[in-house]
């Protein structure tokens, strides 16, 4: 079974603060996406990875960014926590953008409050 | 761009009876569809997806969707509801080599 394993699944954090989220996949799957979920809004895509070292922004990139240095491995960084970006946050990866490639796996999200 | 409308915001129904989810897409090909469902405080898992062939596809747990290019839908349907039911679903769509967009997610609640 594929494996996408969030570091932490609750996080709280003070305003300011620059914020790691790391999430790993172990199947060799070429893409990587940042969610976050709000009540009401479903999932919005922050940012998505083709490739290592390669990302294109997502619905609401601002106020992150993000690092994939090796395949398995992507990181989301808030550059400085605001409480607006108090969220759940969700990994997911799946082996490509095409047809039956396209399925995303999920890991067990990450709650991060902000004060 | 693809978009994807989950009209319902929350359904409520008795255990036993029937569920159908409603889901509407935007996209002028014929797209990749998705059923996710999330228990609290987990993440998603897919029920079932459609990409080509046979337009009513089954999932696990009983689940199952239509995919109507007429009408531009992927309803998912249960036929009998079980209480381990309740939990938020989310429909996605997949098109033009982008990441899957979600629909803003129905929330199931199930009487005993």
């Known amino acids: 079974d594929v494996k996408v394993t969030q570091s932490s699944r609750y996080l709280v954090k003070r305003t300011g603060e620059k914020v790691f989220l790391e999430c790993v996949q172990d199947?060799?799957?070429?893409?990587m996406f940042w969610y976050r979920q709000d009540p009401g809004l479903g999932l919005r895509l922050i940012y998505f990875?083709?490739?290592?070292?390669?990302?294109e922004k997502g619905d609401i990139p601002e106020g992150y960014s993000v690092s994939r240095e090796k395949k398995e491995r992507f990181s989301l960084i808030l550059e400085s926590a605001s409480t607006n970006q108090t969220s759940m946050y969700l990994c997911?990866?799946?082996?490509?953008?095409?047809?039956?490639?396209?399925?995303?796996?999920f890991g067990q999200g990450t709650r991060l409050t902000v004060v | 761009a693809q978009s994807v409308t989950q009209p319902d915001i929350h359904i409520t129904v008795s255990e036993g009876a029937s569920l159908e989810l409603r889901c509407n897409y935007s996209?002028?090909?014929?797209?990749?569809l998705f059923w996710y469902v999330q228990s609290p405080g987990q993440g998603l898992q897919l029920l079932l997806k459609?990409?080509?062939?046979?337009?009513l596809v089954q999932g696990i747990k009983g689940f199952e969707a239509e995919f109507k290019r007429s009408q531009s839908s992927f309803n998912l349907r249960k036929p009998s509801v079980h209480w381990s039911d309740a939990a938020e679903y989310f429909c996605?769509?997949?098109?033009?080599?982008?990441?899957?967009?979600f629909g803003s997610g129905t929330r199931l609640q199930v009487q005993p």
């Open positions: 997911a990866s799946s082996r490509g953008l095409t047809g039956s490639n396209t399925e995303a796996f």
């Open positions: 199947m060799d799957h070429e893409n």
């Open positions: 990875s083709y490739d290592v070292k390669m990302k």
């Open positions: 996209y002028g090909a014929t797209p990749y």
């Open positions: 459609y990409f080509s062939g046979d337009t």
């Open positions: 996605a769509v997949g098109a033009g080599r982008r990441a899957l967009t």
